[in-house]
């Protein structure tokens, strides 16, 4: 059983397209996040929630919004994909009352 | 603000030698030191974790112990194989911070046989 998974694994696109990336526990966890990983492995935060709620926005575009429709769900839209946004998207979980965080595989986006 | 800083890499080692990582931190008040390990095309895993000073945290063969003292959370494996191989990271976790941890950079790992 996949404890955090994502859709789809590779997402290759053009310019200017509007895409998700869908993102599943099952592990109960409260709080989701999503990090963007560039080619030098520097990893970033970029939103967490915690039971539906937005906790963490870092300074991210507003073309990249968040959407959980349940505490098992986090899915993230970008809008007007620009070739910056080519990196590796994951998502975590984790229980708000401690620290440790459980990654899904990644979304590798290519912006072409 | 609270930060880690960890040795830079690419360290390369034999199959059997000795591994150290470094990594120091600073932060306000007392926090959990956590080092994962990203293995080729995965995501993210704990490797292990310590909580307070003098912790020590171990996990397959591999150990870091939390010294306030020198705000340091090194991490050590006595004889490295190619199966470890991959790029590690040390990160932090403190109170008030929503839950964020705090990324070192990442040293990337490759054990030749």
């Known amino acids: 059983d996949t404890a955090v998974s994502q859709t789809p694994k590779y997402l290759v696109t053009q310019m200017g397209n509007d895409k998700s990336i869908k993102c599943e526990q099952n592990?109960?966890?409260?709080?989701m996040y999503w990090y963007k990983q560039d080619s030098k492995k520097f990893l970033k935060i970029m939103f967490s929630?915690?039971?539906?709620?937005?906790?963490i926005n870092e300074t991210v575009p507003n073309r990249f919004s968040p959407k959980s429709p349940d505490k098992a769900h986090l899915n993230l839209h970008i809008n007007s994909l620009e070739l910056g946004d080519s990196a590796v998207y994951f998502c975590?979980?984790?229980?708000?009352?401690?620290?440790?965080?459980?990654f899904g595989p990644g979304t590798r986006l290519t912006v072409l | 603000g609270d930060s880690v800083t960890q040795m830079e890499g690419p360290v390369t080692l034999s199959e059997e030698a000795f591994l150290t990582i470094n990594c120091t931190y600073t932060?306000?008040?007392?926090?959990?030191l956590f080092w994962y390990v990203q293995y080729p095309g995965e995501g993210l895993q704990l490797l292990l974790k310590?909580?307070?000073a003098d912790d020590k945290g171990s996990n397959k063969g591999f150990e870091a112990t939390y010294r306030k003292e020198t705000t340091s959370f090194h991490l050590e494996k006595g004889s490295v194989q190619v199966s470890d191989s991959a790029v590690y990271f040390c990160?932090?976790?403190?109170?008030?911070?929503?839950?964020?941890?705090?990324w070192g950079l990442g040293t990337s790992l490759a054990v030749n046989p």
């Open positions: 975590a979980s984790g229980p708000f009352n401690y620290n440790e965080q459980f």
């Open positions: 592990l109960g966890h409260d709080t």
């Open positions: 929630y915690n039971n539906k709620e937005l906790i």
């Open positions: 932060a306000t008040g007392y926090p959990s």
């Open positions: 310590a909580t307070k």
């Open positions: 990160a932090l976790s403190n109170a008030g911070n929503n839950r964020k941890l705090i």
